[in-house]
């Protein structure tokens, strides 16, 4: 990785213009700096690749989005990150998509990596949903395979699964989600603290879980990249105690899905997560992954590689 020249400060993002289908990243400098710093920038690697770089406007945030065109893609993907996460961390997602034919969408979520909003909150999480709607309408007439699949990671899964349950089923082909959140670990203790602390503190500070066998991305988190949070707003704690009853709600629909999950992954409490999630996608298969930790997408590359082989065989 090359150094990013950009002094990123939250609080001062540098201007995205609109994102569209001529709004190529070569045309903003400290773009293509962060495409370096986050090896993203695959134009070398895929002739005629168009790498989109801009922002849109949804739920009262600027979303910085990303789009990977692909010649002769045959389909698109649908790419959404974790809780903390930002697109440049995505990398070996975007490249095992372009590397398989696939044109790639992806946006950071608002309150985090080059999208505005508080860092890290949000106050519903259908605040999340909102953006993922829109953002079809955004790149409608960029020129991309209608043919959509979605891939997403911890809380980008329930961001996901609130689309798929709310009627947008139909959206997308297949979907994999990869440590899906509904509840996280240590919530018997999380939940009633919320309810006492919400009056009294606004956020309490980060705790970097070892949420990956690869160590260099572990440090490189905490170390070594701007766009991290060092804080968990109190709001996003309360935002996910109202989105788990209404996803306890809802009624199961047909969508094709397939779900990862580690089975040393202590982020997510999966023992209770996956037969709830199950219920509300029957058709859904699931693949424990043994010894893989949380962050399923940066895990160590033998844990990527079972990763891969699985969506080889369900994509």
């Avoid at 995205?16 to 001529?22: E, G, K, Q, T, V």
């Avoid at 979520?109 to 079809?136: K, W």
């Avoid at 603290?193 to 572990?218: C, E, G, T, V």
Wanted: one cysteine or more; proline letters at 6%; hydrophobic letters at 40%.
């Amino acid at each position: 990785m090359t150094t990013w020249s950009v002094d990123f400060d939250p609080f001062n993002l540098p201007s995205l213009p609109d994102i569209s289908a001529d709004s190529l990243i070569a045309d903003i400098d400290w773009a293509l700096d962060y495409s370096s710093y986050f090896d993203t920038n695959f134009e070398e690697a895929y002739p005629g690749l168009r790498h989109l770089f801009g922002g849109f406007d949804s739920a009262g945030e600027r979303i910085a989005m990303q789009v990977f065109s692909l010649p002769d893609a045959h389909s698109t993907a649908f790419v959404y990150h974790g809780y903390y996460d930002h697109v440049g961390l995505f990398n070996n997602v975007i490249n095992y998509f372009l590397k398989h034919g696939y044109s790639v969408v992806a946006y950071d979520l608002p309150g985090h990596g080059l999208s505005t909003g508080e860092r890290a909150a949000i106050n519903d999480f259908m605040s999340y949903r909102q953006v993922l709607s829109d953002a079809f309408g955004v790149v409608a007439d960029f020129g991309l395979p209608a043919r959509r699949v979605g891939l997403a990671q911890s809380t980008g899964c329930a961001v996901l699964m609130s689309h798929l349950l709310s009627g947008g089923e139909a959206d997308f082909d297949r979907v994999v989600l990869l440590a899906p959140l509904l509840r996280p670990t240590k919530w018997h203790w999380g939940r009633p603290a919320h309810a006492l602390l919400k009056y009294f503190i606004h956020s309490l500070p980060r705790k970097f879980a070892d949420n990956s066998d690869d160590q260099i991305f572990l440090e490189f988190l905490r170390e070594r990249d701007p766009l991290q949070a060092r804080i968990l707003p109190v709001s996003w704690v309360g935002a996910l105690k109202k989105w788990q009853s209404w996803f306890l709600r809802q009624a199961p629909v047909p969508s094709s899905v397939l779900i990862l999950q580690g089975d040393e992954d202590e982020t997510v409490d999966w023992r209770y997560n996956l037969p709830r999630i199950k219920r509300k996608f029957p058709n859904a298969k699931i693949i424990h992954v043994p010894g893989a930790r949380h962050h399923l997408a940066k895990e160590g590359e033998a844990f990527r590689e079972q990763l891969w082989q699985a969506c080889d065989d369900y994509l």
